[in-house]
């Protein structure tokens, strides 16, 4: 029998991932994956089993990067219905293999990972996306998803203005409270919009937060939410007068209402503005629309991995 596979915690997890070690690391990952099978990344579109009768949905993302030599899949529950303020609508797993043997290695909290990595893409996209001159960020959602944009863009840029709005008013005054910083509260999504030169949708919702008459030409949006064929964040206005983006043309054109709805053709996948192949329009208004790639689970769990072997004698 050999070694039991380590259990690495979300405090570990949250230790081993920062923006500026991530960033990169997405980047190459981003660009193999664009590469087809020369870029060594096999990720099929994920399975997603829906648990009707309580309004959930199981998700499982598996992926293999020759490049980095790692094998992991990711478990994911997200649920719409929150029966318990204390239980996250999102919960992951990742497991790590050995590569060479198929041994299991790790099992890793996912939360963090699905958090850290999912902002850590916005940040790649809004770096080659946004205009030049851009000042106010605008967060529509309080949940896991916008704190986790609210300090990767915080770090990884200098706004003049941040803003944000949640559907419940105290949400968005409590999240303000907790990260301390300079904050606008909104009272609408429309106020918290208007302006705005880069905006964050990350909500559960199943209909346009979004619409195009609000939105300043020029701005760049990452849309976060709605990952499902019939849910959508957005609405056709916007999708039909933006310039389109995405993590991967096969599962969004699979899974994401907004596009499948709206029939928006796609420009590009960020690997493919990444190494050089399409060309970014920051001067266009512009959409990331992102829904989540397992190879981005597989790499960030690798440096957790990695950090974890390198520290356990001090765990
Ligand atoms: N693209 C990706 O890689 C990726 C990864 C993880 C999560 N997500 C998606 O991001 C979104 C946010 O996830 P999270 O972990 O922050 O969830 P969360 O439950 O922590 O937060 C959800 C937020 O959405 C708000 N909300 C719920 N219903 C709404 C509605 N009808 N209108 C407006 N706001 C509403 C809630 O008030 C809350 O602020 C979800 O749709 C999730 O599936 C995407
Ligand atoms: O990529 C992810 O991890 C998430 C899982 C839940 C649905 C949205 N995408």
């Not at 992951?92 to 790790?106: M, R, S």
Request: hydrophobic residues 45%.
């Amino acid at each position: 029998m050999g070694d039991m596979p380590a259990f690495i915690p979300a405090d570990v997890v949250e230790k081993s991932l920062d923006y500026p070690t991530l960033i990169p690391l997405l980047e190459r990952a981003l660009i193999n994956f664009s590469m087809g099978s020369e870029g060594g990344v096999v990720q099929p579109v994920r399975t997603i089993v829906p648990v009707a009768k309580h309004r959930g949905f199981l998700g499982v993302m598996p992926a293999y990067s020759a490049v980095d030599d790692a094998l992991t899949t990711k478990v994911v529950t997200f649920y719409e219905n929150k029966l318990s303020s204390e239980i996250p609508s999102h919960q992951a797993t990742v497991l790590l293999f050995d590569p060479a043997t198929g041994v299991l290695k790790a099992v890793i909290d996912g939360k963090v990972i699905t958090d850290k990595r999912t902002a850590a893409v916005s940040v790649i996209a809004t770096k080659l996306l946004k205009s030049a001159h851009a000042e106010v960020l605008c967060i529509l959602g309080s949940g896991a998803q916008a704190l986790s944009h609210y300090h990767a863009f915080t770090q990884e840029f200098l706004f003049k203005e941040v803003r944000i709005w949640s559907r419940t008013g105290e949400n968005a005054k409590r999240f303000a409270e907790a990260v301390g910083g300079k904050i606008l509260v909104c009272s609408t999504p429309q106020e918290a919009v208007t302006g705005a030169d880069v905006i964050v949708t990350a909500t559960m919702s199943t209909q346009p937060v979004l619409f195009g008459d609000w939105v300043k030409p020029g701005a760049h949006i990452n849309a976060i939410g709605a990952c499902r064929p019939d849910w959508r964040e957005l609405d056709d206005n916007l999708m039909k007068n933006c310039v389109l983006y995405v993590d991967s043309k096969e599962a969004a054109a699979k899974e994401s209402g907004d596009i499948v709805l709206s029939q928006v053709e796609i420009k590009a996948e960020l690997g493919e503005l990444l190494n050089g192949t399409k060309t970014a329009l920051p001067d266009k208004t512009t959409v990331f629309k992102s829904v989540g790639m397992a190879i981005e689970d597989t790499v960030s769990a690798k440096l957790v991995y990695d950090f974890w072997t390198m520290n356990k004698e001090s765990e």
